[in-house]
Each structure stands twice: as C-alpha cells, then as structure tokens.
C-alpha cells in the first residue's frame, strides 16, 4: 500500500496543528474545512506551482479497454487520466496512483459503501463521495488529497474507532491490521467517546476461523465473500443501528472448503486464523514464495516460518490459478509438516522394528538388494507429492537397472501418456471463465480442485453459465444439473440421444472437465473416446477455444506423465521383487509379494511405511526447491521455507546417491544438471509460470476397441481435508474431517 | 397478540398491538455488556441475534402457511417482479408473525426463505432488522414503553414505573403464566399512543383486561388527533401562494 507517504504528510500537518489548538480542544480543524467553497476556488486564483509528476497506478493496476470509444477522462488531483467507462471513482484514483484507503471495498467482491472510509471530494458535488460506489463520470474533478477529504476520513475513523476495542496488544492481526494501518495514517490522535464500548458475543465457525466480534467494523466483506465466493449462505448481517452483527443466527459452522480466505479478508482482527492464534506476529516471520502441492492446481502460497518450524500458509496472488484465494486443505495443513516425521534412515530388523541407522548403511543395503534381483522384478512408484526432478532421477535410475516400470500414483496402469491433451486442463483455469456450458464427467471440483470450483462458481454467476455433472450424488455450491451416475449417461450424451446434447452444441463455448479419478478405471480408454466423441459433436474443440479438459488430483501426476513415469507392464506390482515407492502412500500393496524387499523413501510415516523394510527420509515440499506442474500443465517452483527435518535429504540426492553405491552412477550432480536433463525429456518443465499447451488434439488419438463398463462413477476424494501424507498428519485436517464433513 | 405502544407523552395502536417503551438506553447498555448471560437467564431473543433452540421454538418443527394464508401469499407474489422474489420477504414474515400468534418461530422464518427462494440467513437478517417482528413468544398484549430522549423528557420511566408495578413484572419478561401481558421495551416506531400518563396507562392495561379497545391516538381529551390542546393556533386561513411568482407571465 502507498499509504506511507500519505500517513507521514498527514501526521506532519496535525502535529502543527495540534501544537496551536491542543489547550483547549482535542479534534483539531482549520477555518478552511468549515467552508470547503472557499478552499476550493482559492486555488484557482493563485498562480499554479508546478505539479509533481504523475504517480505509477497504485499496485501495477493496468487499464484494460475492451472498446476504446468508451473511454473516458477524469482529474485526479488535477491529473487527467483515461479510463473505461463504468469504472468507479475509486478505481479511476487507483489508476491515478492514488490509494484511498477502505475498509468494505474489496476487489474481488460487490459493493457495499457502507465503511465510508473512501470518501473524497469530488468537485461540484455538495458532499464528500464514497468513492467506492460513485460511477466515475467524464471529467469528474476528483481530489483526495483536500482539507475536506482528510477531514472526512478523520471523522469516518473516529466513528470506526468509537467501538472498536482497544486490545491491540493482544490481537493476531496487530501488525497487518487495516484498521491499524489506516488509523495511523488518516485517524486523529484522540476521540471524543467517553461512553462504554459495546461488546458482541463471538460466534463459533468451526476448527479454522476464530471469532472475536467485537472488534468487527461492519464491513461485511466475510458476509460478502460467503454468498458470492464461497457459495454457503450461512453469514449474515443481523440487527440493526449500534446492535448490528455478523452472525449465523442459527448455530451453524461455515462448512466451505474456502473459508479460510475470510482470515484474509477480514480488515481487522475479527476473523483470525485459529490454529495460529497467539502463535506468532506477523513481523517475526520469514516469507517464502512457493507452490502448494495439495493438490494438482497449484496454488500461489507463501509460507511464513520463524525457524525451523512453518507457522502459517498464506496466499499469494496469481490471476491465473488461484486469484487469492486458496483452499482450507492448502492454508492448513502446515502442522502436518511437523508431526509423524521421518527424520532418520531405518531398517527393519528382524524382529519387524525399524533401526536408526547411518545412511552409508541403509544405501548399501538397498544396493546391495538391487544387485540380487532380476531387472524385470525392479518397480519404482512415484508419490502424489513428488516433483519433477526427483521424479527424473527415479526413472533414471530404474531404467539404469534395466526396469522400466516405473510410475506415479493415481495415474493408473496404463496411462496414455503420449497424447498430453488427454490429461491436461486445455482450457486453463483462466480460461474457464470464457465457457458457457460446464459437463463434468466423474469429477466433482468441490473436493478435488477447490480454485478450480471456485472458478467455475466465479462464472456460473457471473454468466449463469450452465453446469451438468455426471457422476455418484453429491452437494455443489452452484446450480448443477445431475445428469446421471455412470457411463451410461456419457454414452447416451456422446451418441446424441440425451436432452443435454443439444445444450453443448447450442453453446458458445462449452467445458468438458473429466475428473482424474478415472485413469483408475479399466475402461478408461472408452469412456475417453465417448468424451472425445461429445467434444466432436459439440464442437468443443476449435482453434480459438479448447473446451476438453481432465482435471487431475494430485501435484505430481502433470510433471510424471510428461516426464513419461509409464509402466511397462500394468500388473509388475504382482512379481515384484524391489518396490521403491518415493513418497507413494495411496498404492494398494496387498498384492505386493511377501518376499519383496519395499523401499520407502519418504518424509512422512504414513501408510506405505508398515510394509517398508528400509526406509529413507527426505524432505518435504517445504523445504526443498523443486518443478511441479499443475492441472493446466503451467511449471512452477517450490523453495525452501524450512530446513529438512533430522537426518533428512531432498529426494533427488537419495536417489543419486543411491546410484553411485548400486554402482551405476546417474551423471547429475546438481539441481541444474538435473534439469538439464530434464529438458531434453520435457523441455515445458523448465519454461517456469508458463502453460505450454498440448500440441495435438484428439485427431492423433488411437481407435478405441474397449468396451465401456456400465459401472458407475467413483468419487475420487472421499475426504477433501485428507489426501496424502502430510494432510493424513494434520491434525487441523483431523478436526475439520471430524467436525465439517457430514456422515 | 396485540402490541401497545405508549409514549412519555403518547401510545398507539398497531394492528392490534399494544407496546410500552422506556428506558431504551439502559436496557441497552445492559444487554450489550453481557449479552451471552442475558440471553440465557431471560430468554430474550428480541434482544440477542442468536437463535437458541426450544421446545416451541426449533428449526425441526413444521411450519407451514395456512390455506387461508396460502392464498393470500399467492396475492403477495405477484407484486414483485418475479426475478426480485426476494423483496417480499417483509409483507410475508408480517403474515407469518399474525398467523402464528405475534411471533416469528424459526421454521416460520425458514418457511418464508422457501416462498421467497434465498437462503434462510437472508430472511434472518430482515427479521433481526425489523423491530416489530419477534423472534419469540411474545404474551397477548405486547406492551412496548418508549424510551427516546422526546418521551423520556415527557416522563416515560415514571410511565414504565407505574405500568410495571401495576403489572407486577420486570422489564423484558414475558409473563406468560398467570396472565396475557408481555411486556418489553422499545424505541418509539411512530404510531403511538400520545399524552399518557401514569394513571392513563394504568387504565389502558385495564381495559385489555377487560376486552376492551383503548382509543387510538392522544389520550387527552383536550386533543384531537395531532392538532394542539384547545384547537388550532396557526393556519387558521388558506395559505397565501408565493408573492413572486406571476402565473400569468408562465
């Protein structure tokens, strides 16, 4: 925010002006705001000084003209500006470089008005205006920076203040507080309340938000990001005058997978986060940009850590993934990062315990095991949360020992991993909001991509776009036509029979999300064919517009279909001899043979860990830098926020030191051989915050002749707030599965 | 129900209800201090914005319009553009509130949100909003004091006083046991019963005992309607209309 400068200019003046008034009245005014007539046309009768140079738009805002006849001018503080018709003269300022502070306008949301805290003086307009609701009006004179304008804000925080608590001290959001921040710069120094505050009863929203209503400004913009974000009408303003509220009326928790975001939201300390409560101030913490691996959409986040230890997960914003918002599984599951880790190499003795050992030992016993086994009986599986480069380095050194099975969980056994339009987002999640017709086959976002329902949401109202799913019966936070539960219906749509045919190819722009849960499927092959087929008829794929799109789970599965992590035979699983599973905790080992000897390289003890017999440990997503690429097929990095945990190292150097004591040395020695490597098999991985799109379409994709199951559909994520090993560890993902998920 | 509302100097009749109002400030001041305790040892939902379950009053109870009702929603509707169905949430909560005895139960509220097709919490905040609706059980005669600065001047706690020992109850309990009374406090709403005093108002609980109607409006004789005691001192003639402006000229 530019509010520095504006808060030091305006503490400057109130400092002088106290000094001449400060015996006899606490709230100070100079003779020019009684009459804001006389102040305005002073100026124009002196002689003008020369203007300082126009200001950059505040935030790198960017002016974007869809038609450039409705254009129009306004003065900023006597700056002309273009701007598009319709904008606010809020926006018109931000353009200008000047930031008016606010409290209920947010960006992403609709217009309340009701902080006042924007007001400015507009020229011939009796009042101050609130900007934030005020259409800007060609060659509107607009000024922010007048005596009357401060004096507005003054007044505006002095009410804002009259019942807001003054418990600072001890509040979470000291330090990134709005309220705070803007008191400083635009409030006076003192108020004239003498009368007891009021105080609100604190509302219970579940494991995420803590409540403290009393310091709650009646912005409204948590109410606001309910019903039009979060899609769960639960919030609501009730009462009225000096008894509003926010509240729930009825005893109800928010049960939305994007409730943490009114954390964020939130202008000051009403809504905090509860896991961090009391935990840490916002100054101590060291911010690091990355990736969350939650799931396949990755989410721009920042993890804020003091230490060794990451205390919170924040969003960053990233228009074409996740706006700024994130998911309560992403913003929450950082105390799954500290709980069950592995932090020394083990091996299983033969009483059945593990054994700390070096690792100089437990990489000669996995060697020396890979020496004794036949190549063919060699199986590597890569984990959900597994990135590029590690995954690279697996499938080196299998190939290297002569097997060539080797693949990342949840893609299935026979992922087509030739045709890349068949598992990416080709649309992107940007683009979604361009279609008009949403069918979801056997995928329900909600659960299994939250940013990615929450874009659909974004256009379901903001277009009254039409959505069908397809798929066993579940609860959408938007109008959702349930077509069916199986193949069936995708059968019928794809052969033209059903009454939903006719909204696809009525459609402008129709979206076909096919959930990843279905690679697992034996008849996955056909149930591809009759979605291309639907995609053919409804001619959802043209050279402006990529309507099919396969929504994937987890943040490996892009990164290891382009890398090529295929295995060479579908039931290698069976007569394995070696299992090294790098992270894979969702593998159904049962059939794994008793004898086999099972690696568990890994950096949570979760379910894979009770049949290991050697385990190694790495590190985790936060502490390790690392290529993921999500759901659209868009490369992006971790860092390191935290150091590893014990004795653990990053995976790809267990792999490559392991290599060296096998006696087949990978030649990489650091992460930029790696991806030196990595580029010449998928070069996209390294074109970093790039979509490289796919480059066929279904025209290259082979003939089916399997024949389509009349199973139904799956759901894929039966627990959103539990996916995979670091979330399984949570336990903030424990108590909202116990509390929020319905039985 | 009936509600009542007297004034420091006035009380009127809405719909058959009879309000007494005073001391808004204090009772006020009171509750927001400690509202979670106030809630629960008075049971007053008037005054917290928070549902608490009860027998008679419990999101699991059905609650439906009346046939009769049922019609009369159906009137309502239409007056409304069909894509803002939303705004007549206020006439159908009024018809709800008199079919269910002066107050609006939560399945009421729930009932409502259904008819008008918005989320329940939408329908809540109107209810919360709106002073006249009820959100629990409130006696036969609802007697509201009001306490604004105007009829505080004009002696509304000596009125509330009185009305209070005559009723033998405390301010904001309902007495729902021996008697028909409720009685709670609120702001003046507009159309009162003026000029009480602390006889009068003793005479108007009276006459709802008795079944009878107190007169609307002032109760000094002297009055009538808003006009000052003892007839008219201004506008005695027509208005005279504006010396500059010349008709003929236009």
Known sequence: MGLGLLASRTLKTSRVLSSQYSRFRPIVTKPGLQSPDASAAAPA?????????PKKPVGGARVHFTNPDDALEVFVDGFPVKIPKGMTVLQACEIAGVDIPRFCYHSRLSIAGNCRMCLVEVEKSPKPVASCAMPALPG????????????????????????????????????????????????SDRGR???????????NLGPLVKTVMTRCIQCTRCV????????????????RGSGEEIGTYVEKLMTSELSGNVIDICPVGALTSKPFAFKARNWELKGTETIDVTDAVGSNIRIDSRGPEVMRILPRLNEDINEEWISDKTRFCYDGLKRQRLNDPMIRDANGRFKAVSWRDALAVVAEVTLQVKPEEIVGIAGKLSDAESMMALKDLLNNMGSNNVWCEGTGTSPNADLRYRYLMNSSIAGLEKADVFLLVG??????????????????????????????????NYDCQHLGTGPQTLIEIAEGRHSFCSAISNAKNPAIIVGAGLFERDDKDAIFAAVEAIAKNGNVIRPDWNGFNVLLLNAAQAAALDLGLVPESSNSIESTKFLYLMG??????????????VVYQGHHGDQSVYRANVILPSAAFSEKEGTYENTEGCSQQTLPAVPTVGDARDDWKIIRALSEVAGIRLPYDTLGAIRSRMRTVAPNLLNRDEIEPAAFGPSLSPDCSQKISSTPFKAAVENFYMTDSITRASKIMAQCSAMLLKK | MSVLRINGGQVGWTRGETWVDSGFAKAQSKTKLRPNKWAQSMGDEQITLLHIDGPDNNPDLPWEFSEANKAKVKGILPHYPSNYKQSAVIPLLDLAQQQHGGWLPVS??????????????????????????????????????????????????EIEGALLKHLGVERNVADYTNGSEGYTYNYYVGFCREDVTTQRVVEIVEMLRKGEKPPVGTQNPKRIMSGPEGGNTTLLSDPKPPPCRDLDAC
């Open chain 1, 443 to 476: 995928t329900q976002p909600r659960v299994e991509a939250a940013m990615v329902n929450a874009r659909i949401r974004k256009t379901v109202r903001a277009s009254n776009a039409k959505v069908a799913y397809i798929g066993p019966p579940t609860e959408f």
């Open chain 1, 193 to 203: 309340f003498t009368e007891m505050k009021r105080s609100v009863v604190d509302k």
């Open chain 1, 584 to 597: 894979a905790d969702d593998v159904n080992l049962d059939k794994v043979p008793a004898d086999a000897f």
């Open chain 1, 140 to 187: 509107m004179k607009i000024k922010t920076d007048t005596p009357l304008a401060k004096k507005a804000r003054e007044g505006v925080m002095e009410f804002l203040l009259m019942n807001h608590p003054l418990d600072c001290p001890i509040c979470d959001q000291g330090g990134e507080c709005d309220l705070q921040d803007q008191s400083m710069a635009f409030g």
């Open chain 1, 224 to 239: 606001r990001f309910a019903t039009e974000v979060a899609g769960v009408q639960d919030l609501g303003m009730l009462g």
């Open chain 1, 45 to 53: 009768t002196q002689p003008e000084p020369t203007p300082p140079p």
């Open chain 2, 108 to 157: 009421a509220m729930n009932a409502v949100a259904k008819v008008v097709g918005v989320a329940p919490i939408r329908v809540y905040e109107v209810a919360t909003f709106y002073s006249m609706f009820n959100r629990s059980k409130v006696g036969k005669y609802h007697l509201l004091v009001c306490g604004t600065t105007p009829c505080m001047i004009c002696g509304s706690r």
